[in-house]
Every structure is written in C-alpha cells, then in structure tokens.
C-alpha cells in the first residue's frame, strides 16, 4: 500500500527514494512521489545526490585483479593431457 | 546389450575434453568481474585472492554440476560466499548488535551542515572521497555489506543475490535497504566525523 502523503510529506518522500530509484513502485507510487518531486526542491536535490552517490560507490570500490592472480587461476585449469 | 560401438568412447571423452575446456575458458573470461566482488566481501586483497583461488579451483573440479544456460558468473559467486563462509572469514552479527541506521537523507543533510559557504551546491557528491567509500563500506556488517556488493557493485538481479546468498528475496530487498542506509551514516562518520 502507497504510504501516501498525508503527513510530513518530505518524510513520506524520504522514505521512497530507495524504491523509486530502483523502479519498485507502482504506477499510482511513483506518480505520487513524481508529483511531490516536481514541486519540492528539497526533496529534488537529495533523490539526485542519491543516483549520483550510486554511482561514485560503485566507482569507488573497484579494484582490478592483478595479472599475478589471474596468472594463477588460469594455471588452475585441468591439463588436457 | 548395448549398442556401444568401439569408436563411441574415444568420441565421448573427446565431447568431455572439448566441454570442459570452453567451460573453463568461460569461467576465467569473468574472473575480472567475480573478483571485483569478491574484493569487496572480503576485507583484504590477499583474502580476496586466496578465495578467489579456492573458487576457481573448487569450479573446475565441479564443472560438471554447472548447468549450461544458466548464469555463470552467479554460480562462481554462490561457491565464492560459501567458501567465504565455510572458512569462518565472517563474524556472525550477533542479534543485540544491530548497527544504527538513519534516513535516506541523513549524509546529504549531514553535507550540508558542513558545508564551506563557497562550495557549489549542485556537487555535493564530489565532497566525498573514494577512500571513504571503501572504509564506510567495510564497516557495513557483511549481512548487509554482502547484498550491497552483489546488487550495487556487482549488478546482480534481486533474484541471483537470493540464490548465491541463498536466502529468499524479500531478504535481500531489506538488507538491501536497510545496508544502503547503514553505509550513508558510516560515509557521514568518514567524511563529517562523529555523528
């Protein structure tokens, strides 16, 4: 069920930002949240902190594997003779 | 009887041989990918490369019960968090210990508090470093720090996180939630300081 926004609406709006962003509400949630969205500068600003934080988590915590590593998996395969 | 016939064996080895070895090709062809995930379940590079050899040697030695057509990368992983399991590398939380978490909004919010008047209101992102993304991410319990992993960084489907994990994939949609949270106060511990 939508949680609406009866009350505080910016809490209301807090709480579907995960959703939102992963297109897990449904059609009536997300035009709800849209509408807020559209008029609440507040809100605006933290959603698109939020996909910008995905992505630099993302970038931040790749790290490549090392050619010595992948040396050895590859040793790791089953001689054919 | 049956109908055998002496060419049939050689034949059959030969079909073996060949699957075995796109098997084995294909599985180190994502070694890059599996390794960016194993990285971050574990807390050092070390770890992730003894687990990363575990895996791969447990892989081709059980490619037979790997099913063609289904997801790869997601079956090394499933053998990768059970070996990260088996090996005791993970503390279970106890259930007393639930790490606090706050709202969605809480490290723009706690930004925004410390922000120099100059500093462009549009790039808040960029206030954070890529150091302190690792260290808050490590610091996330591995409940939740694995689905963080799995979903966010390695871009696995809701459905394959709840089968490496094995777990079903409403937990995973709360851990989720929940791990996001947790990991944007300790990335406002990292960057404003105690909170």
Redesign the interface.
Same mark, same amino acid.
């Given at each position: 069920m939508s949680p609406g926004f009866d009350a505080d609406p910016c809490d209301q709006c807090e709480e579907m930002l995960q959703p939102y962003l992963d297109r897990e509400l449904n059609e009536a949630e997300r035009a709800e949240a849209q509408e807020h969205l559209d008029s609440c500068s507040y809100c605006r600003k933290r959603y698109k902190f939020e996909e910008e934080l995905r992505v630099f988590v993302r970038q931040s915590a790749v790290e490549e594997m090392s050619p010595d590593l992948k040396q050895k998996l590859a040793e790791l395969r089953t001689p054919l003779f | 009887m049956s109908g055998t016939t002496p060419e049939a064996e050689p034949r059959k080895l030969a079909e073996d041989?060949r699957d =075995?070895?796109r098997f084995?090709e294909e599985a /180190?062809e994502l070694? &890059?990918q599996v390794? =960016?995930v194993a990285?971050?379940l574990v807390s050092t590079?070390e770890e992730a490369?003894d687990l990363?050899?575990e895996t791969?040697?447990r892989a081709?030695r059980a490619w037979r019960s790997f099913q063609p057509g289904t997801n790869l990368r997601a079956w090394l992983l499933r053998i990768l968090t059970n070996l990260n399991i088996d090996r005791g590398r993970r503390q279970q939380r106890s259930p007393d210990l639930q790490p606090l978490e706050e709202? &969605?909004?809480f /490290?723009?919010n706690k930004l925004e508090e410390g922000r120099e008047p100059n500093a462009d209101?549009e790039r *808040? *992102?960029e206030r /954070?470093s890529?150091d302190d993304? *690792?260290s808050a @991410?490590s610091a996330v319990p591995h409940d939740f720090r694995d689905v963080i *992993?799995l979903v &966010?960084?390695g871009d696995f489907s809701y459905a394959d996180a709840a089968q490496i994990l094995e777990v079903p994939i409403g937990t995973v949609?709360s851990r @989720?939630?929940r791990g =996001?949270r947790i @990991?944007?106060r300790e990335l406002a511990e990292q960057t404003v300081g105690s909170v």
């Amino acid at each position: 069920m939508s949680p609406g926004f009866d009350a505080d609406p910016c809490d209301q709006c807090e709480e579907m930002l995960q959703p939102y962003l992963d297109r897990e509400l449904n059609e009536a949630e997300r035009a709800e949240a849209q509408e807020h969205l559209d008029s609440c500068s507040y809100c605006r600003k933290r959603y698109k902190f939020e996909e910008e934080l995905r992505v630099f988590v993302r970038q931040s915590a790749v790290e490549e594997m090392s050619p010595d590593l992948k040396q050895k998996l590859a040793e790791l395969r089953t001689p054919l003779f | 009887m049956s109908g055998t016939t002496p060419e049939a064996e050689p034949r059959k080895l030969a079909e073996d041989a060949r699957d =075995r070895v796109r098997f084995e090709e294909e599985a /180190l062809e994502l070694a &890059d990918q599996v390794y =960016r995930v194993a990285r971050r379940l574990v807390s050092t590079r070390e770890e992730a490369e003894d687990l990363m050899q575990e895996t791969y040697a447990r892989a081709f030695r059980a490619w037979r019960s790997f099913q063609p057509g289904t997801n790869l990368r997601a079956w090394l992983l499933r053998i990768l968090t059970n070996l990260n399991i088996d090996r005791g590398r993970r503390q279970q939380r106890s259930p007393d210990l639930q790490p606090l978490e706050e709202g &969605d909004y809480f /490290l723009y919010n706690k930004l925004e508090e410390g922000r120099e008047p100059n500093a462009d209101e549009e790039r *808040v *992102v960029e206030r /954070l470093s890529q150091d302190d993304v *690792v260290s808050a @991410l490590s610091a996330v319990p591995h409940d939740f720090r694995d689905v963080i *992993v799995l979903v &966010d960084i390695g871009d696995f489907s809701y459905a394959d996180a709840a089968q490496i994990l094995e777990v079903p994939i409403g937990t995973v949609m709360s851990r @989720l939630h929940r791990g =996001r949270r947790i @990991l944007k106060r300790e990335l406002a511990e990292q960057t404003v300081g105690s909170v």
